[in-house]
C-alpha cells in the first residue's frame, strides 16, 4: 500500500466496534459538503470534519508570512505556513498528551473525532459577573500548563476550547504555525489569538485584562514568549498612534478595536513584568 493511500485508509482505536458510526460519518460528510459538523449516533454526539478546500491558501498563507515578519521579526516560508488540513490534525491530535478529543477515523476526505462539549466562546455568551471571569481564569491557566509543557495550539482563540464535565480540550490543529516558527514565537502567535478573542468578554476592563496576561505570563514563566510579546506590542502601540488619522468607518472596525484594546492590555501587563523582573533588558522596552 503506498503511504497516501494508507494515510488515508480508516482507522479505528482498539477495541471499538465503529462500523456503523463510520458509515453513518460519511454519509453526514457527503451531505454536509464541507466544515464541522455535529451529529447523534446511538444517543452519543461526535463531531465530523471535512477536508477543507485549498482555494486562496497560498494567499493566505504568504499575508500571514508578512504578518510574522513585521510583528515578530521572522519571515516565515508561505509554504510551511500552509493549513496541513485533517491528515496534519489527525496526527496532532493523537500525539498530543494534554485534553484533546479522541480520533476514531481518518479517511482521505473527514476526520471523526469525540465531542468534547459546547466551545468556551459560547459559554462565556451565556455568564456574566464573577462566574465570566472564573471561565477566563480557567483558560488562562490552561494555555500557560499547554506551552509549559511544550506544545503550541496554532488556534488558541475561544472557539477552539471547548468544556466537558468541567475540563477544558482544545480543538483545530491544522495550523502549521509551530512547524514555521521557532517554539517561543508560536507560543506567542497562541497568545495574541487567545487574548484577542477574550476582548470581547472583557466588558472593557483592561486592568483586568492585564492581570490576566500578567497571570499568563507569571504561571509559564517563558522570558523568550515575554520579548516576542514585548516586539508584538512595539508594533500595536505604532499602529494605535495612527488611529485618529484612520476614516470613521475604520476606527470603528471591531477587529481594530480589539487589536488597540489588546495593546493597551499588553503595555500594562509588560510594565508590571518589568518592575518584578528588573534586569529583563529588550531592544524593545521603553
Known amino acids: 500500500m503506498d503511504p497516501q493511500a494508507q494515510a488515508a485508509a480508516p482507522e479505528r482505536p482498539p477495541g471499538k466496534d465503529l462500523t456503523g458510526l463510520a458509515s453513518y460519518a460519511g454519509q453526514v460528510a457527503a451531505q454536509r459538503h464541507g466544515g464541522v459538523h455535529i451529529f447523534e449516533f446511538n444517543g452519543c454526539r461526535y463531531v465530523v470534519k471535512c477536508q477543507r478546500s485549498k482555494r486562496g491558501a497560498r494567499l493566505r498563507a ?36 494534554c485534553a484533546v478529543p479522541e480520533v ?79 517554539l517561543p514565537l508560536a507560543q506567542a502567535y497562541d497568545v495574541l489569538l487567545a487574548f484577542n478573542s ?44 495612527i488611529e485618529r488619522w484612520l476614516g470613521t468607518r475604520l476606527r470603528r472596525n471591531r477587529d481594530l478595536q480589539r487589536a488597540l484594546m489588546f495593546a493597551s492590555i499588553l503595555d500594562i501587563a509588560l510594565d508590571g513584568y518589568d518592575a518584578t523582573a528588573p534586569d529583563g533588558i529588550s531592544e524593545y522596552k521603553r
Open 198 to 241: 477574550m476582548m470581547d468578554y472583557l466588558d472593557g476592563d483592561r486592568q483586568f485584562g492585564a492581570r490576566l496576561l500578567a497571570r499568563y505570563l507569571h504561571l509559564a514563566g517563558s522570558t523568550q514568549v515575554v520579548e516576542s510579546l514585548r516586539r508584538l506590542e512595539y508594533w500595536l502601540r505604532r499602529i494605535g498612534r
Open 104 to 182: 476514531y477515523q481518518l479517511t482521505a476526505d473527514h476526520l471523526l473525532f469525540e465531542y468534547c462539549g459546547p466551545t468556551v466562546e459560547a459559554l462565556l455568551g451565556e455568564l456574566r459577573g464573577a462566574q465570566r471571569n472564573d471561565l477566563l481564569l480557567a483558560v488562562v491557566d490552561d494555555l500557560a500548563e499547554f506551552h509549559r509543557r511544550g506544545h503550541w495550539h496554532g488556534g488558541a482563540q475561544l472557539r477552539n476550547l471547548t468544556m466537558k464535565q468541567g475540563r477544558l480540550y482544545r480543538i483545530d490543529f491544522e495550523e502549521n504555525t509551530g512547524v514555521a516558527l521557532p
Open 62 to 97: 504568504c499575508l500571514s508570512a508578512a504578518l510574522c515578519g513585521m510583528l515578530f521579526g521572522v519571515f516565515p516560508s508561505p509554504g510551511q505556513l500552509r493549513t496541513g488540513g485533517i491528515h496534519q490534525e489527525a496526527q496532532r491530535l493523537r500525539a498530543h498528551g
